[in-house]
């Protein structure tokens, strides 16, 4: 199973919206419901921020936003903060019953 | 409070095993799977495998089967990965997650060194 797509980084400036993207196959993302993204500061475990494409759980900000088109997901970050600055990833369910993730994207809050 | 609180460092030599452990509360432990996911170094999350704590059905990613194996004791709420036939590239930082089609708590991580 090969390492979904997303771009090695993005960045914007405080109050820029933002959006990354992770693409896969119809054998993953396009093929499921069960996409999620994950926040990771530096030296500490991820955060669920989105799951099921576009559910946030509680406490994460409404400023975050998932989508799906085909076999991209899409993660949005509007009203960008200095705290947003991490690497973020997604994953999805897979047609063999695993998981995968993708390769993560460093976020540059300028 | 949900929590799952791993075990901790190990240092092994190439060719040994190490065994993970990944305590669970704040929930009931046979209703949810446990996933194992690995990071290297400056790397991204890689993901391992599943279990599922109540029938203890196992999913692995191709590249670890053969290699690993994951169990649960329900009988303290814990989860436990082993890898065997450690090689230098298995140097990580290995977390455990609650697994709900999606990962909603994360264990502190355990890194994991294999040098000679």
């Known amino acids: 199973q090969s390492a979904l797509t997303q771009p090695a980084s993005v960045s914007g400036s405080p109050g820029q919206s933002i959006t990354i993207s992770c693409t896969g196959t119809?054998?993953?993302?396009?093929?499921?419901?069960?996409v999620s993204w994950y926040q990771q500061h530096p030296g500490k475990a991820p955060k669920l921020m989105i799951y099921e494409v576009s559910n946030r759980p509680s406490g994460v900000s409404n400023r975050f936003s998932g989508s799906k088109s085909g076999n991209t997901a899409s993660l949005t970050i509007s009203g960008l903060q200095a705290e947003d600055e991490a690497d973020y990833y997604c994953n999805s369910y897979t047609s063999s019953n695993t998981r995968v993730f993708g390769g993560g994207t460093k976020l540059t809050v300028l | 409070q949900v929590q799952l609180v791993q075990s901790g460092t190990e240092v092994k030599k190439p060719g040994a095993s190490v065994k993970v452990s990944c305590k669970a509360s704040?929930?009931?432990?046979?209703?949810?799977?446990i996933c194992w996911v690995r990071q290297a170094p400056g790397q991204g999350l890689e993901w391992m495998g599943w279990i599922s704590p109540y029938n203890g059905d196992t999913h692995y990613a191709q590249k670890f089967q053969g290699r690993v194996t994951m169990t649960t004791d329900t009988s303290t709420g814990t989860a436990y990965m082993e890898l065997r036939s450690l090689r230098s590239d298995d140097t990580a930082v290995y977390y455990c997650?609650?697994?709900?089609?999606?990962?909603?708590?994360w264990g502190q991580g355990t890194m994991v060194t294999v040098s000679s």
């Open positions: 119809s054998s993953d993302i396009g093929g499921y419901k069960y």
């Open positions: 997650a609650r697994d709900t089609y999606a990962f909603d708590f």
């Open positions: 704040g929930y009931t432990f046979t209703s949810y799977g």
